[in-house]
C-alpha cells in the first residue's frame, strides 16, 4: 500500500471517511471525462489519484488489499478455470 498517499489523503481527510469517498467518487468522473476526451495522461493522474483515495479508505478499515485481492481473485479464477 503507498504509505504516502495514506500519508497524504490522511492529513486531508483525518478520519472522514466519506469525504474521502465522495472525493473518489469525483475523481472516477474525471476519469471517464478524460476517456471520452481521448486524453490518457489525464485518466493515468485520476487513476492513480483514484488508487491512492481507495488504499486510504482500506487503511481506515485496516485492510491488506494485496492480501485480499490474492485471496478473493484466486477463488474467482479457479472458478472461471473449472467452466
Do not use: P
Amino acid at each position: 500500500m503507498s504509505s504516502i498517499a495514506v500519508e497524504y489523503y490522511g492529513k486531508k481527510f483525518d478520519d472522514n471517511a466519506s469525504a474521502a469517498f465522495i472525493h473518489l467518487v469525483r475523481e472516477i468522473g474525471e476519469i471517464a471525462f478524460a476517456m471520452e476526451k481521448g486524453n490518457a495522461e489525464h485518466a493515468k493522474l485520476e487513476i492513480t489519484e483514484s488508487v491512492a483515495l481507495l488504499h486510504f479508505l482500506a487503511s481506515k478499515y485496516s485492510l491488506d488489499v494485496d492480501a485480499n485481492m490474492q485471496a478473493v481473485y484466486s477463488k474467482k479464477l479457479e472458478a472461471l478455470r473449472a467452466k
